[in-house]
């Protein structure tokens, strides 16, 4: 497939992380690549590899084999991508501000999900036990409208078989807020902070 192509509603849409790390992993040699200026499109990729998906809790296997967890649940997605850095300057006589480009800050993706304590358990290999431990990982959001036949790695027999948009970044997971709700699902909101550029839309 290609990039969605017309209009409509994302909501197959998918959030997952990148579940290889430390030396050898896929997700350090991608950081590396990064660091180098010479990461690639297929470097992103490599990291939700094809059969790559593992269950949220399951022990990763051989580090390198692009092993991802899906993070499911998500109430609402934020808005993805890099967000403008612009600062409105007056200038004297004239009836328009000058915009020029201010500092950069690192933004920050929040997601609000339905809360189900044992996807968040910190123990090892849950989700829960990857917040707040300063670890960098690679995420990927991929903006989809049809439901895909073949599973989501990203590659064409997988998240390729609907037209898909694929956004990668490096981030940390650093925070988990649980909202309790009376009358509602008890909700939470997820907080993963960007540490290096977003790179897309890429599409299989």
């Not at 297929?42 to 296997?61: H, L, M, R, S």
């Not at 999900?113 to 036990?129: H, P």
């Not at 009358?183 to 909101?189: L, P, V």
Request: net charge negative; aromatic share 10%.
């Amino acid at each position: 497939m290609a990039n969605i192509a017309s209009i409509g509603a994302g909501l197959f849409s998918d959030m997952s992380i990148c579940v290889d790390v430390g030396v050898g992993s896929d997700t350090q040699a991608l950081i590396d690549a990064i660091a180098g200026g010479t990461q690639t499109e297929t470097n992103f990729k490599d990291c939700f590899a094809i059969t790559g998906e593992i269950a949220n809790g399951t022990t990763p296997g051989v580090a390198g084999s692009g092993e991802f967890v899906r993070i499911k649940n998500i109430r609402e997605f934020p808005a993805i991508g890099t967000p403008p850095n612009v600062v409105n300057v007056p200038v004297y006589g004239s009836k328009t501000s000058q915009q020029i480009q201010g500092q950069a800050d690192a933004p920050s993706v929040e997601l609000s999900l339905n809360f189900v304590g044992e996807d968040w358990q910190d123990t090892a290999d849950w989700l829960g036990s990857k917040v707040g431990d300063g670890l960098q990982y690679c995420f990927r959001f991929a903006l989809l409208n049809a439901e895909p036949t073949g599973g989501y790695g990203s590659v064409a027999g997988e998240i390729g078989t609907v037209e898909n948009s694929q956004y990668f970044w490096i981030g940390k997971m650093e925070a988990l807020l649980v909202n309790p709700q009376l009358t509602d699902a008890n909700t939470a909101t997820v907080t993963i902070t960007v540490q290096s550029d977003f790179y897309g839309a890429f599409t299989d």
